[in-house]
């Protein structure tokens, strides 16, 4: 694979891209650069989330702007503000050492006077959603009769959000001669009507992203009753508290009732959908970025946008009806070279499901097993301990508040105060039962109504840590100490 430099780009963007620790370009940067810098030709690039599209036609972008003309030159459509405000920072990042050039972010949900203040200075791009690009073409804010270059990102989510008559709105504002980049995960029907009436000859790439989205992502299920699902949920967060993701929801209304759980339990989760105001998502996503939140409750279109490179997890609380989707929300975790996990919380009649995804994805799933109490208090009461033990308390506490508590605790032996404080500790878990939310009686599905797993008492287990590492302990009693266990 050839570097960037190898690819046209010049060493003023090289620099910066070493600068940021980008070191070989991704698939679709290789095969786009390349042609983008120096053909003049429509141009189709079809790749998966998390695979570099920004930079892909970013890169190309900055540097066929000529910073001497102060008119707009270049317009990238985006179908939310996130994704908008995304692509505004990374171009400004990647033209750091280039001659000036001005790059702003339009978008619904804020102040749209401040917005027609920066327009009336000299814009060189201009990164937009639909709905507030109209606003301002109408408001004669932004003249977009002498664009030279349009970019259509992530085109298919943007269709899929209902602005197929606002593209169609501002194509008309458009000159002829432009050229067009259309950048989209999957090509549906509606984005080859796009292709047909408004390219001419496009040039298409497309790249084999799957293997590459999944390379570091770990797939799994866990079969589960509906009911369970939350409790289920719960029970991961428990045993692996340094877990940070998103759990996908299928509609607004499951978001809210799920975060409203969480929060009542006092997990450190939030809800992301579109009855939330601009202002509330803002407060919700500088809170999740800051790792005030574990995780965060989302549909599949809020989630559009989410710029987080060290997710753990992704959770699939309901499966997604469209392949794509499953990519999609995969591709949230296992990015800038980590690794990641995804979950699929699935019912028995499911399991047909995730064999067509393994099959059309060309990825492998194994199966999980729902952590009991006894797992979560046992990992619980470890890591609790390890932090007690590595607590420095040398000169940080009054050694008269030493003595009042040596006095009140004097009378109960190592082992009886040892046992108080981990109930105090314990009883701050959500686990309510030692129930098995593992659906494994399934008489609809294998017709005899015996447990599926055959019982792993006395077996070695396989409990899975962050990263990728494995150890094994053997069960210990009657209870399954399955964590994470996956059966092929």
Same mark, same amino acid.
């Given at each position: ?31 786009? #650069? ?13 790749? =998966? ?19 001497? !003309? ?14 908008? =405000? ?37 814009? &060189? ?7 507030? /690009? ?16 349009? *970019? /259509? ?38 984005? @080859? ?17 799957? !293997? ?6 770990? &797939? ?22 340094? /877990? ?50 574990? *995780? ?19 959770? &699939? ?24 996990? $995804? ?32 797992? #979560? ?14 607590? $420095? ?12 508590? !040596? ?21 701050? /878990? ?38 990728? &590492? ?17 059966? @092929?």
């Amino acid at each position: 694979m050839p570097n960037f430099k190898k690819l046209g780009l010049s060493s003023e963007v090289t620099k910066v891209l070493k600068e940021l620790g980008f070191e070989k370009p991704s698939e679709i940067q290789e095969q786009a #650069i390349p042609n983008l810098i120096t053909k003049n030709t429509d141009f189709i690039g079809l790749a =998966q989330t998390g695979t570099g599209k920004t930079a892909a036609f970013g890169l190309p972008l900055l540097e066929r702007i000529d910073s001497s !003309n102060p008119s707009t030159q270049a317009l990238v459509l985006a179908p939310t503000r996130e994704l908008g =405000q995304q692509i505004a920072a990374h171009l400004y990042q990647y033209s750091k050492y280039l001659d000036k050039i001005n790059v702003l972010a339009v978008y619904g949900g804020a102040a749209i006077h401040n917005q027609i203040k920066s327009l009336k200075k000299p814009q &060189h791009i201009i990164i937009a959603t639909p709905g507030r /690009l109209i606003d301002l073409i109408k408001r004669k804010a932004i003249k977009l009769d002498k664009l030279q270059f349009l *970019v /259509l990102d992530e085109a298919d989510e943007m269709l899929n959000m209902g602005f197929k008559e606002e593209i169609d709105e501002i194509l008309a504002y458009t000159p002829d001669d432009k050229l067009t980049w259309l950048f989209s995960a999957t090509m549906p029907p509606e984005i @080859k009507k796009i292709v047909k009436k408004y390219m001419d000859q496009p040039l298409e790439v497309r790249v084999n992203s799957k !293997n590459e989205v999944n390379a570091n992502i770990e &797939h799994l299920y866990a079969v589960v009753r509906q009911k369970d699902k939350t409790d289920a949920l719960m029970r991961f967060l428990d045993i692996q508290p340094d /877990l940070r993701g998103v759990v996908f929801c299928r509609t607004k209304r499951d978001t809210r009732d799920l975060a409203d759980v969480l929060l009542k339990k006092k997990y450190r989760a939030d809800a992301l959908h579109g009855d939330l105001t601009q202002g509330q998502r803002d407060r919700v996503m500088r809170r999740f970025k800051a790792h005030e939140l574990q *995780v965060l409750i989302a549909t599949d279109v809020a989630a559009r946008g989410i710029d987080v490179n060290d997710l753990t997890h992704v959770f &699939h609380f309901t499966l997604p009806d469209q392949l794509a989707y499953y990519t999609h929300r995969s591709g949230r975790t296992a990015r800038a070279g980590k690794s990641g996990t $995804s979950i699929a919380f699935i019912s028995g009649r499911e399991e047909r499901k995730i064999r067509q995804i393994e099959k059309q994805l060309s990825i492998s799933f194994q199966q999980a097993i729902i952590p009991n109490a006894e797992n #979560i208090a046992d990992i619980t009461v470890e890591k609790w301990c390890k932090r007690i033990l590595e607590t $420095s308390s040398k000169n940080k506490i009054d050694p008269a508040i030493i003595d009042k508590a !040596n006095i009140l605790f004097g009378n109960l032996s190592k082992e009886e105060l040892t046992a108080k404080i981990l109930i105090h500790e314990l009883a701050k /878990l959500n686990v309510d039962s030692d129930k098995d939310l593992n659906d494994t009686f399934r008489k609809d599905v294998f017709g005899s109504g015996e447990r599926r797993d055959g019982g792993y008492k006395g077996r070695k287990k396989v409990f899975h840590k962050k990263g990728g &590492h494995r150890d094994r302990f053997k069960s210990r009693g009657k209870k399954d100490n399955a964590r994470y266990k996956k059966r @092929k």
